[in-house]
């Protein structure tokens, strides 16, 4: 039997009120579909304040609560704390699942470790304002609830009318945060990602933004087009300023059409240009937001977000509109589906870069109905154009949520390209999502969020810990550069099968280390990325096991170096041994017990170990 359904049904005679809670359990992933649906049996129109999606009593065992924290270039910090009869409330009210806190609960026996122990968690597949919250009963048990979080009177249910809550999907592992992370990265695969329109392999993906910003002349793309594609990328991203009168970021946000002095022949000759080199073409558009200096605002200034005489409230210099009303949905489906019928575009990079602070049409806050408008919107588009692929950009990880991966195929998981910040991102999101829809780009040398520099080997083994990419200006590599970023990038065409189905370890972090460990289904194949990031404990060299490994296999060991001049080798200690060269045959026993001693002296390095199954 793969699936188990239940259904309860409760309902309140006095209030005229039904409430049902549906159960689907996948006997393939492990995974626990919950939802509910209230519906008003009475004359009289019901407001409703809160109806969780989910509400269940938590294990006898759990006694702690990983949760997470974030901010802007800062997204998925991990928090560990231990519940107690005080109980927990945590809201999001910024109109998206947020970067501070999304909409994820996890609970483990104890201090919660990445191989072992139980682990209990929760996440909503909602992209709006959300509430978890935990209570002790007198009985002494505590009881979780998740769900969408109403304000005012958004949620108004007519005499007959029903409010039917988006999904929680729940999971229990028993060996710790992998075995979690294994659950919900298979329901993901198998529940929530579109089946069509994602490209398989996982492309290798340039992004100009932090190439060119909104320097946008034919010459200059075709050029960094022609060197993108002479280091191996497969997708060619045209970001912000390609559209009429966008020139910096106050203005033109609502005119999706190509800029007539910057492309006077419109976008049609740029794609030619990238498509005959190879590549995809994707195109960035950010639909909910206006520019008040823009042809759109000027004409319909009744669709945006704000309450006639109050001063507006701006976010990067732009306002938001009003997907609740349905003529604006239906004017961004036609622009964005012409737009994709008129050329050749395989890609949309949908952006969304501010809050929701202002009032919607009628006065009220209007969270949920945005949220419903842009489900409704991205649902045409895809039933339109399924071939499209399309990823969900809010700030970078602002809405990285399962609401928007049931109706997108990638997530950006965060503005910030410094990879010792990067790193660690993109660890903490690998809880809630698989790594091949998790965005992760090779940045300048000099980030430009931060200022930090770092060379280009390590910035290219951090990429590799998501759907690997590059964000930075080809045309400015020297040679050799070159040389070794098409290295880089054919070391990841060669992986990311790997990378992309293998069992994924939760990443060992000391303070200064980070590992990711992949594992092959038929466990002949691992690699084990390993990122020295601070040096908090200069000399203290760095222990971890490869618990995966089939102990009667024995392995080959080699460094997966890109080119055979790479700088920086660590010392490596196998047993008692110094390992140095490629090639080494060692047991996956000792491997899963003993484990490796490795030793990388200097931080912000990176090594990439493969592990091959002999004979």
Known sequence: MDAQRLEVIQTDDVAALVLTISFHLDAATGVLEVASRLGNLGADMVTLGWCAA?????????????????????????????????????????GRSGHVHPAVLVFSAGVPSAAGGRVFGMQLAWSGNHRGRVDRRLDGTDVAQLGVLPLGNELRLDAGGSWQSPAAFCAVSRHGLDGLAERFAAGCRARILPTSGQRWPRPVHLNTWEALYFDHSREGLEALAVAAAGVGVERFVLDDGWFRGRRDDRRALGDWSADPQQYPEGLGPLIDHVRGLGMHFGLWVEPEMISEDSELFRQHPQWVRGQSGRPPLYGRHQRVLDLGQPEVCDYLFLLLSGLLQAHPIDYL??????????????????????????????????????????????????????????????????????????????????????????????????????????????????????????????????????????????????????????????????????????????????????????????????????????????????LSDPLPDMERRPVMLVGASDFEAAGRVVGGAWLASAGLTLQLPAPQSALVLELQAHP
């Not at 294990?59 to 927990?88: I, M, Q, V, Y």
């Not at 919607?360 to 588009?381: C, E, F, I, M, N």
């Not at 998501?466 to 290295?487: I, K, S, T, Y």
């Open 349 to 558: 990079k949908w952006d969304h870069n501010r809050v929701l602070t202002e009032s919607a049409k009628g006065g009220g806050p209007g969270h949920t109905s945005q949220v419903v408008g842009l489900y409704g919107l991205l649902d045409r588009l895809r039933s339109a154009h399924p071939e499209v692929e399309i990823e969900s950009c809010a700030s970078g990880g602002g809405r990285a949520d399962w609401g928007m991966l049931q109706r997108c195929h990638r997530i950006w998981t965060s503005d910030s390209n410094d990879p010792v910040v990067r790193a660690r991102i993109m660890a903490g999101a690998g809880l809630l999502a698989p790594p091949e829809v998790l965005g992760a780009h090779i940045g300048p040398e000099r980030a430009h969020t931060t200022g930090r520099v770092s060379d280009l080997d390590f910035r290219a083994a951090v990429a590799l810990l998501g759907h690997f990419g590059l964000e930075l200006d080809v045309l400015a590599l020297d040679a050799n550069e070159r040389q070794r970023l098409a290295a880089h990038v054919q070391r990841y065409k060669r992986l990311r099968e790997l990378l992309h189905t293998g069992r994924h370890a939760q990443p060992v972090f000391d303070g200064d280390h980070l590992v990711r460990i992949v594992t092959a289904a038929d466990r002949r194949r691992a690699v084990a990325i390993v990122l020295r990031l601070d040096d908090r404990r200069p000399g203290q060299p760095l222990r971890f096991a490869l618990a995966d490994l089939a102990p009667e296999l024995s392995y080959r060991l080699t």
């Open 54 to 94: 989910v509400e269940l009593p938590l294990p006898f065992w759990a006694d702690h609560l990983l949760d997470h924290a974030g901010d802007w270039c800062a997204e998925f910090r991990r928090e560990t704390r231990k519940l107690g009869a005080a109980g927990l409330l945590r809201e999001s009210r910024e």
